[in-house]
């Protein structure tokens, strides 16, 4: 059982397939996702990395689980900031869900480590990406505030 934990629940105006494909397709994910994107061939075991706009490496890993449109699980661990870089690989789960004309959307990030500075980090980080996420599907607009890097990272 993961030291320290972060979970997220959110409802989002769309379908499973639709939502799948914002997490993962790479010119959706620029869009609210700070204009990174993922590469990754998105197939159990493959690599993950998550790319900042100068091309640095911003997080990698590799796909733990993967069942389309329902569950994606991967290792995580932050490349680009030294001090979380240290605390070593975590765990980060979506589940999604049909509810209805939604989907319930469950984000997870775990790490095997007591008082965690990347799960405080990143916790601070996911509800406004989810948020963001969920407008851009649910009214075609990103918030402005997850639209671009943040200068000096």
Request: charged fraction near 30%.
């Amino acid at each position: 059982m993961a030291n320290s934990r972060f979970v997220y629940v959110t409802y989002i105006r769309t379908t499973p397939e639709k939502l799948w494909q914002a997490l993962i397709d790479p010119e959706f994910t620029r869009q609210y996702w700070c204009e990174t994107w993922q590469d990754c061939e998105w197939k159990l075991g493959a690599s993950w990395r998550l790319m900042i706009p100068d091309r640095r490496v911003g997080d990698s890993g590799e796909i733990l689980e993967i069942e389309p449109h329902r569950r994606l699980v991967l290792s995580w661990r932050v490349e680009f900031q030294p001090a979380l870089r240290a605390e070593g690989y975590s765990r980060l789960t979506y589940e999604l869900e049909k509810e209805r004309s939604s989907v319930k959307l469950t984000l997870i990030h775990e790490i095997e480590k007591t008082d965690s500075k990347l799960i405080e980090a990143t916790s601070g980080g996911w509800p406004q990406l989810l948020a963001s996420l969920k407008s851009l599907l649910e009214t075609g607009e990103a918030l402005e505030e997850t639209r671009r890097w943040p200068e000096g990272i």
